[in-house]
């Protein structure tokens, strides 16, 4: 996650985040010395609609095996015993979930500051209210475009409406919300759509995503945005962050799944001689790019630990048979020790990147699902040879 925001500012209050401060990339298990990492957990696999996209392939139906309220207990017990600084509970859709609020009440009671991945379209007045007395620190909720986009993304009519309604109900009550929008060849052109309703309902925070082919997203791989248009989508959104940065230091703007926008960051500003480039550059170095597996957990609904929401196909252990902490840190599989020495293992043009140190090969499972190898170079990525390989 890239923060284009923040380091556009400058803002020197980025040593004290999880992502910049100094000791987060010294740590092999977790966002920094004596933490475990952000877990994303996926209490569900239940949903409401029929996302393209979805990564979890989610289903109308909970899954046979789904972590029991009990279950759900222990394992947050667990997390806090760990000192995990972040649960984000997401889905399916999370709101579905008739232990949700119990969950989330017991998370907070063991100092876990909780965050909530959401459709948007179950967060009436009286849900808001009681998510917000609970202690929930941020929404995500996503949106694909404008109405007819999004509710064709999602698979029913009405979604856009119902989805801005909750946006809408958090701003009103004081819960603090995003948007997330999840950037393909078909919606490409409606961001700046986006751009605008986070001005209009001065909404402080948008995440936008590139694609990672998992779930039913599988079937968009032909959706992936060409690189050239990747490019000119992020000198836009980098311009537009920029001038949001200089008026409103509330406002927000990051980017998700392609450590490339850092080095891209870095190289626009680099050739416009702007001063702030080298400091920009020694924050990214301290983020230390992609850090699945290291930094970011994910368990689904089923108790599987997995490297990060798009992996479900790896499995580090169940949190049904094993703590987290021995899955995560004191036993972890060879797959978590290869992605914690991945530069041991990476091949291709990202081996030999000259950005490696502040990207670190960035998602591992669209090189998966794309290359057809887990340790190829991220296909993803949209920086040119010359860019990549200078000095060869």
């Known amino acids: 996650m890239l923060n284009l925001s923040t380091l556009l500012?400058?803002?020197?209050?980025?040593?004290?985040?999880?992502?910049?401060?100094?000791?987060?990339?010294?740590?092999?298990?977790?966002?920094?010395?004596?933490?475990?990492?952000?877990?994303?957990w996926n209490v569900t696999r239940?949903?409401?609609?029929?996302?393209?996209?979805?990564?979890?392939?989610?289903?109308?139906d909970p899954h046979p095996r789904e972590l029991s309220t009990e279950e759900g207990r222990r394992l947050i017990a667990d997390l806090g015993e760990m000192?995990?600084?972040?649960l984000l509970f997401s889905g399916?859709?999370?709101l579905l979930r008739d232990d949700l609020e119990e969950?989330?009440?017991y998370a907070r009671q063991q100092g876990i500051v909780?965050?909530?991945s959401s459709n948007g379209t179950l967060l009436d007045s009286d849900r808001v209210i009681r998510l917000k007395k609970l202690g929930v620190s941020y929404i995500g909720i996503s949106l694909d475009g404008t109405e007819s986009t999004h509710d064709r993304f999602r698979g029913q009519k009405g979604a856009y409406e119902r989805t801005l309604a909750g946006i809408r109900n958090c701003r009103r009550l004081g819960q603090k919300v995003?948007?997330?929008?999840t950037m393909t060849a078909e919606n490409r052109d409606e961001m700046g759509s986006i751009l605008s309703l986070m001005e209009e309902e001065n909404i402080p925070r948008l995440c936008l995503y590139h694609l990672?082919?998992?779930?039913?997203?599988?079937?968009?791989?032909?959706?992936?945005?060409?690189a050239e248009n990747k490019r000119k989508l992020m000198d836009k959104l980098i311009t537009r962050a920029d001038e949001m940065a200089a008026v409103d230091g509330e406002k927000e703007i990051l980017t998700v799944a392609n450590q490339a926008d850092g080095a891209y960051l870095y190289l626009r500003l680099k050739e416009a001689d702007d001063s702030r480039a080298e400091s920009i550059y020694r924050y990214l170095k301290v983020n230390g790019g992609n850090r699945s597996g290291q930094a970011i957990a994910c368990i689904d609904w089923k108790g599987d630990v997995h490297p990060d929401q798009f992996s479900f196909a790896h499995s580090a252990g169940n949190v049904r048979h094993r703590s987290f902490a021995d899955i995560w840190r004191d036993s972890p599989v060879e797959l978590l020790q290869m992605m914690r020495e991945r530069k041991k293992h990476i091949e291709g043009r990202c081996s030999r990147c000259r950005w490696f140190e502040i990207c670190r090969g960035s998602m591992r499972s669209r090189a998966e699902s794309l290359a057809g190898d887990f340790w190829a170079s991220d296909p993803g990525c949209y920086l040119k040879d010359e860019e990549v390989l200078a000095g060869e």
């Open 92 to 94: 399916g859709e999370p």
């Open 46 to 60: 239940t949903c409401n609609l029929s996302c393209q996209h979805c990564y979890a392939g989610e289903s109308a």
């Open 83 to 86: 000192n995990v600084p972040v």
């Open 178 to 181: 995003g948007l997330r929008f």
């Open 103 to 105: 969950l989330i009440e």
């Open 212 to 226: 990672v082919p998992q779930g039913r997203g599988l079937q968009l791989e032909d959706s992936l945005i060409a």
């Open 114 to 116: 909780v965050s909530l």
């Open 9 to 40: 500012r400058n803002d020197k209050e980025m040593e004290k985040s999880l992502r910049y401060s100094r000791s987060s990339r010294k740590s092999l298990t977790g966002t920094g010395e004596g933490r475990g990492p952000v877990v994303v």
